[in-house]
């Protein structure tokens, strides 16, 4: 039984591409939870390397809970993130905490409109359930991002604890850093501070450096039945379509029924 959030398609994937950053001018320093909104400025822009491991590492619990830090005003580190020169911001550091907090200011648990729209519609029932239990923690804990942004206009309809978190928000910021320098730097700087935290397993290393190959390739069509961030994206539209109804057969024949 699945007891991990998946949180994957929350901030899609993109090749880093080669040359030098020349992005002039001053980066923001600091961004606020209404950046994190799908239809802001900023989020539609961040991507993941598409060598970034599956953001599905957090339990329910962990995700409320740094949620909940975030809005008490708690420090939690900063992003890192490097600017690539076709302009998409790639997350080197910090993106299950992004992602978590995206999670909770778009509803998007893996079973949100950003999920289904990523998946095809194709979301496992496990994936679903354990999306459902994350939400009904978090609003039984501090209340949805919906409801506290709503505060702010209708402060009389809210309970004080609400109302202080909506007081909060007001203010709070998350904390960014940049990696300067070309793709190159930029990804050698992710696999160095991804080893120094939570040490990547030595398969899914292998199946990282590896991403290019046939067999990794295959891997990730098949464990998410041809959907999701297209590893195969470089083939001719029609073995990119042989790929995708062969990795759906092979998922079925291995996975279903549950």
Known sequence: MATKVNLDAL???????????????????????????IDSFFFPNIRKPDFQRETNEWDKDKICEFIKTFIQGDLIPAIILWRSTGG???????????????????????????????????????????????????????????????ARTYPDKFKPEIIRYAQNLSALALQLQWIEGDASKAENSFFKINQQATLIDKTE??????????????????????????????????????????????????????
């Open 205 to 258: 290393l292998k199946l990282l450096e590896s991403r290019r190959k046939p067999n990794s390739i295959a891997a990730r069509a098949i464990i998410r039945s041809g959907t999701g961030h297209k590893y195969w994206s470089s083939f001719p539209d029609e073995i990119q379509n042989q790929i995708q109804e062969i990795a759906k057969e092979i998922n079925e024949i291995l996975f279903e029924p549950n």
């Open 11 to 37: 901030i899609p994937r993109e090749d880093f591409e080669v040359g030098e950053n020349s992005n002039p001018g001053k980066k923001k320093e600091t961004i606020s939870i209404g950046d994190i909104e």
């Open 88 to 150: 998409y911001l790639f997350g080197i550091d910090g993106s299950h905490r992004l992602s978590a907090l995206a999670a909770w200011v778009n509803d998007d648990y893996g079973d949100g409109t950003i999920s289904k729209l990523f998946y095809d519609g194709i979301i496992p029932d496990e994936q679903i359930k354990i999306a459902q239990e994350t939400r009904k923690l978090v609003n039984k804990k501090f209340g949805s991002y919906k409801d506290i942004k709503l």
